[in-house]
């Protein structure tokens, strides 16, 4: 009884990254394929997933397809309207459009930014000053284990809305400066040790 529980765990975890690679794969082949894009957008498309899977891993392989394709048409120099790749997906535009600007600033901050680097860009995004950004960024330090693995723009908001001592106003800005929620922004607070 214990290898089967032992075998669904390496099933569900280790082959977890492969897996979802070509579930993201077999959606990028059938958009690329209806919307009749070139070739060298889907090497591009690729490599995009592999470079940024951390930023794109936690949306469904049709969002993420539709925007990494989107992106990779815009990178390669053939642009498409968005609509052409939503005809193509059951994908939300909602969502694809958050995912393509997640993928926009990860390839703006250049391969993988660090988490000081998140609290940057939203802290220049409201205007916090610069001890605030201090403050964050010593408050994620101190929570690196218990944020390991988490949206790394909810977890910047999180620290900044703590170090600038909980202000609502605040709370809905940094939310819409991180492409969030503000229950989620709470959420990754209630985490954090202050």
Same mark, same amino acid.
């Given at each position: 009884?214990?290898?089967r529980? #032992?075998?669904?765990?390496?099933?569900?975890? #280790?082959?977890?990254?492969?897996r979802?690679?070509?579930a993201?794969?077999?959606?990028?082949?059938?958009?690329r394929e209806?919307?009749? *894009?070139?070739?060298?957008?889907?090497?591009?498309? /690729?490599?995009?997933?592999?470079?940024?899977?951390?930023?794109?891993?936690?949306?469904?392989? /049709?969002?993420v397809?539709?925007?990494v $394709?989107?992106?990779?048409?815009?990178?390669?120099? &053939?642009?498409?309207? #968005? /609509?052409?790749? $939503?005809?193509?997906?059951?994908?939300?535009?909602?969502? &694809?459009?958050?995912?393509?600007?997640? *993928?926009?600033?990860?390839?703006?901050?250049?391969?993988? +930014?660090?988490?000081?680097?998140?609290?940057?860009?939203l802290?220049?995004?409201v205007? *916090?000053?610069?001890?605030? &950004?201090?403050?964050?960024v010593? *408050?994620?330090?101190?929570?690196?284990?218990?944020?390991?693995?988490?949206? +790394?723009?909810?977890?910047a908001?999180?620290?900044?809305?703590?170090?600038?001592?909980?202000?609502?106003? $605040?709370?809905k800005?940094?939310?819409?400066?991180?492409?969030?929620?503000? &229950?989620s922004?709470?959420?990754?607070?209630?985490?954090?040790?202050?």
């Amino acid at each position: 009884m214990q290898w089967r529980r #032992l075998a669904k765990f390496h099933r569900e975890t #280790l082959h977890g990254y492969e897996r979802r690679l070509a579930a993201i794969g077999g959606e990028l082949k059938r958009i690329r394929e209806c919307v009749g *894009l070139p070739q060298h957008v889907m090497e591009e498309a /690729e490599s995009l997933v592999k470079r940024y899977f951390e930023v794109v891993a936690g949306f469904p392989p /049709e969002v993420v397809a539709v925007a990494v $394709l989107w992106t990779a048409a815009k990178v390669a120099g &053939v642009p498409r309207p #968005l /609509e052409d790749f $939503l005809k193509c997906s059951r994908a939300d535009e909602r969502r &694809v459009r958050r995912v393509a600007w997640r *993928l926009k600033e990860a390839v703006k901050l250049g391969g993988k +930014p660090s988490i000081e680097d998140y609290v940057k860009t939203l802290a220049a995004r409201v205007g *916090l000053p610069a001890a605030v &950004v201090k403050a964050a960024v010593e *408050l994620l330090e101190r929570n690196r284990r218990v944020l390991a693995g988490k949206n +790394p723009w909810v977890s910047a908001a999180a620290a900044l809305w703590l170090a600038s001592f909980k202000k609502l106003g $605040l709370l809905k800005a940094l939310a819409e400066a991180a492409g969030t929620t503000t &229950v989620s922004i709470r959420n990754a607070a209630n985490r954090m040790r202050v």
